[in-house]
C-alpha cells in the first residue's frame, strides 16, 4: 500500500527534532554534565578518536580529553560561551568548537579543513556601510555572502508577521528557478525549527544522503538535548524538501533585529556536498553581524527622522486628544489621527465611553475583538493585516476592518485603564507569488515535503495593506505621550 508524505512524515510541526538523538556522520559529538563534568552523551563514531571505544567514554570525566592548559580554557567559559579547537589541538587532523550551556558542556568535532583564500572582510563591511536604503543593504549583503562562501544560491529569506517568508534578495548561479520575491508558508520553516534558529548562529547541512548516526547515551539518562549542536541531524522532512529542490548540501544563518525575534535567514544551497573550513565560518558571522548593524542604524536613522518631524506634533495631538474626550467629542481631530497611521477608521475608547472616527465596523467586531485580544495580547499592542486570522468571528468585518492596530495604556484586562486606540483598514485584495502551491486550510498544521517550487499566484482576500514601520512608530509614540501627560493616573 502507498503512503502518502503527510503519513510519512507526521506532526512535522510539533516534532521536537532537537530528541531525535542523531547527528550528521561528518563528525564528532561529546555531551558531559556541567556539574560532574562527567561524558553522558557520544555519537556512535567517537571510538575513532583514540584509547577508548564509543561506550567505554560514557561516564568519564570530560577533563581526560583535554591538556591541563587547554581545560584551564574550559573552566573559565562562561555560560553561553563557545571556544574554537584549532587543528591539532585537542585530536589529531580535527578542529571544532566546544560550547559551555546551562546544564552542558558540548564538543563538536570534525577533519580539520585547509584555510580557505582570504576574502577581504574590510572591504565587504565598507561596502556594507555605504547602503543608504534597507533594499540595497539586503542585496549587497547576499552578494557579499555569495562571494564569500562560493555557493550555487545564496539567498535572504525574511519572516512575515504570520511567520511566512520571502526572498527579498537572491544570488542564483544554479541551473534552477529564482526565488526572488516568491513566498513560503510558514510551515516550510515549522515552529520548533525557529526556535532552533534563536538558538543556533549557524545550521550546516552537508549532505543529505548522508545517513545519520545515533547517539549514544548512558544508562538512565534522558534523551540528549541537541538543541545547540551544529552537527544535530536533518529531520526526515527536511531531507526530503531540500531532496524536492534538487538541493544537496545546505546552510541557513539566522539574523535577529530583536532579542529572540527571528528577523530572517541567511540561507545557501548546494547541489554538491558542502565542507565549510572555520575561516569561512568566522568571516560569514562577522558579515552578519555588520549586515545586522547596519540594518538596525538604517531603521534607527528612519524612526530618528519621523521622530524630528513628528515627535512635537504628536506631544501636542496627544494633549489635544485628552482634551477633546473628556469634553467628549474629538471628531475635529478626525483626519490627524487616520493620516498618522494610513488607517481608514479609529476607534477609541476612553473610560466607559466610545468615540467612532471614519469608516468604522459595527460594535459587534469590537465586542469579539476585545475577546481574542484579552486572550492573545493583554498588554501592549497588536497588529494585525488580517483581523479573520486573529479569529473567523471578525470576518464578516473584513470589508471596513482587515487590519487592524492597537494600542491602549494599561493592561487590556485592567479596570482602571484609561485609553485604548483601535485603527482598522479595509480589505485590499492583493496578489501573492508563492514558491509553489501552499497547503490548504491551516499555514502552520502539517509540513510535507512539497514536490513544487514554481511560481504560484493567488490572490489574498480579508487582508488590508500592510501596516508600515512608521505607522506602527506612529501609534506607539502617541501612546507613549499620553502615558506622560501631567494629571493622568
Not at 511560481?455 to 495593506?465: E, L, T, V
Request: with cysteine; net charge negative; proline share 6%.
Amino acid at each position: 500500500m502507498e503512503t502518502s508524505e503527510e503519513t510519512r512524515f507526521p506532526n512535522c510541526d510539533t516534532e521536537e527534532i532537537q530528541f531525535l538523538g542523531q547527528i550528521q556522520p561528518s563528525g564528532y559529538l561529546i555531551q558531559a554534565d556541567r556539574q560532574e563534568q562527567r561524558i553522558r552523551y557520544v555519537s556512535a563514531n567517537a571510538g575513532e578518536l583514540g584509547a577508548w571505544s564509543a561506550t567505554d567514554l560514557l561516564g568519564r570525566p570530560l577533563e581526560e580529553l583535554f591538556t591541563p592548559s587547554l581545560w584551564e580554557d574550559v573552566q573559565a567559559l562562561k555560560e553561553g560561551g563557545q571556544l574554537f579547537l584549532h587543528r591539532d589541538e585537542l585530536f589529531p587532523s580535527l578542529s571544532g568548537f566546544l560550547q559551555k550551556h546551562e546544564h552542558w558542556i558540548l564538543l563538536e568535532l570534525e577533519a580539520a579543513l585547509p584555510s580557505s583564500p582570504t576574502h577581504d572582510s574590510s572591504k565587504a563591511l565598507a561596502k556594507l556601510m555605504l547602503c543608504e536604503h534597507e533594499e540595497a543593504l539586503m542585496n549587497c549583503y547576499v552578494e557579499q555572502a555569495s562571494e564569500l562562501l562560493g555557493l550555487d544560491r545564496v539567498m535572504l529569506y525574511r519572516f512575515e508577521p504570520d511567520h511566512s517568508g520571502v526572498v527579498t534578495a537572491e544570488v542564483n548561479h544554479s541551473q534552477e528557478q529564482d526565488y526572488l520575491h516568491l513566498r513560503f508558508p510558514a510551515g516550510d520553516i515549522p515552529q520548533n525549527a525557529r526556535k532552533l534558529y534563536l538558538q543556533n548562529p549557524l545550521r550546516l547541512i552537508r549532505d543529505v544522503e548522508q545517513d545519520p548516526l545515533p547517539v549514544l547515551r548512558q544508562e538512565g539518562w534522558p534523551a540528549p538535548d541537541l538543541s545547540h549542536s551544529l552537527l544535530r541531524a536533518v529531520a526526515p522532512v527536511h531531507r526530503q524538501y531540500l531532496r524536492n529542490m534538487k538541493v544537496r548540501a545546505a546552510l541557513s544563518m539566522p539574523i535577529q533585529l530583536k532579542e529572540g525575534e527571528l528577523y530572517a535567514l541567511l540561507s545557501a544551497h548546494h547541489a554538491q556536498p558542502l565542507q565549510l573550513d572555520s575561516d569561512r565560518r568566522i568571516l560569514l558571522q562577522e558579515l552578519t553581524e555588520n549586515f545586522r548593524f547596519q540594518l538596525r542604524h538604517l531603521n534607527s536613522q528612519a524612526r530618528m527622522k519621523f521622530m524630528d518631524f513628528r515627535a512635537n506634533r504628536i506631544q501636542w495631538l496627544a494633549q489635544q486628544l485628552l482634551d477633546q474626550l473628556i469634553d467628549g467629542d474629538p471628531a475635529s481631530l478626525e483626519q490627524e489621527l487616520l493620516d498618522m497611521c494610513q488607517a481608514s477608521g479609529l476607534i477609541i475608547q476612553f473610560q466607559e465611553k466610545l468615540f467612532q472616527l471614519g469608516l468604522c465596523p459595527e460594535t459587534s467586531f469590537l465586542e469579539r475583538l476585545q475577546e481574542q485580544l484579552d486572550q492573545s495580547a493583554p498588554f501592549g499592542t497588536y497588529v494585525t493585516d488580517s483581523c479573520a486570522a486573529l479569529h473567523s468571528g471578525l470576518a464578516p468585518h473584513a470589508e471596513q476592518a482587515s487590519g487592524l492596530m492597537a494600542a491602549w495604556s494599561h493592561g487590556r484586562q485592567q479596570a482602571g485603564r484609561q485609553l485604548a486606540l483601535y485603527w482598522v483598514k479595509p480589505e485590499q485584495v492583493r496578489e501573492v507569488d508563492w514558491g509553489g502551491k501552499p497547503p490548504d486550510g491551516d499555514n502552520e498544521v502539517k509540513l510535507a515535503p512539497r514536490r513544487s517550487f514554481q511560481k504560484w499566484r493567488q490572490a489574498m482576500y480579508q487582508h488590508s495593506s500592510p501596516w508600515s514601520e512608521q505607522e506602527r512608530f506612529a501609534a506607539s509614540t502617541l501612546m507613549l505621550a499620553w502615558q506622560k501627560l501631567p494629571g493622568l493616573t
